[in-house]
């Protein structure tokens, strides 16, 4: 497996607090910049698989070059640091906030996360044309690439995933994902069925796979084997 290439910006000062070398002994390919204007003019021509921006290094926030490299490189993850006691500021449009003082593992720990996992340590889930990656938290619909999933989707949709074609009650899904049995106010539900739609439905508001049934809970509806390949969930 190719090596993971790591865009990391921070100042000169860094001295013993760099992160250059935690990330290179974690076996990523690291490219070193000391300021965002370096790092802008590098992107242009290449696309790292994350970005580290370590602000607290540096002698501003970095917050202004954090938001041109997100402009630069779409959707590549950014973990941005701050130095302790200043606020997070969520125009530099980062992934992940870091505030001094942490330590390496931490950092690459968020790096681990946001990384696309080993596809042959993956958790793989599939129903019909529907496959739900466990390790890297998406779902993939008929090839149309894959959509990111927080923590609870994951775990509500491979809920239906292994119930096929099964009415599951609100309680039952509360205590699955949520691991409560209070059915009292289950609109955190409802939020996260919306979410679990625009995922997975091709029109959310006219849903096809994840229906309602009025009353009891929800129902994921797969086809039958032989109808248009689709197959049983199987896990891999």
Known sequence: ?????????????????????????????????HTGSKALDWSQNHTPDLVVFDGASMRSSGVRSCRRLRRALGETPIIH????GENKDVSAEADVYLMKPFTARKVLNRVR???PADEYEEEIVRAGDLTLYRGKRSVDVAGRGEKRLT????????????HPNEVLSRRQLMHDVWNTDYVGDTRTLDVHIRWMREAIEDDPGDPKRLTTVRGVGYIFRMPPLGNSGADAPEAG
């Open 1 to 33: 497996m190719e090596q993971a290439v790591i865009m990391l910006v921070e100042g000169k000062r860094a001295g013993d607090t760099s992160l250059q070398g935690a990330i290179a002994k974690a076996g990523y390919d690291v490219h070193v910049f």
């Open 81 to 84: 640091t701050r130095t302790a």
């Open 113 to 115: 996360a946001l990384l």
């Open 151 to 162: 923590p609870k989707l994951v775990t509500l949709l491979e809920t239906f995933l292994r």
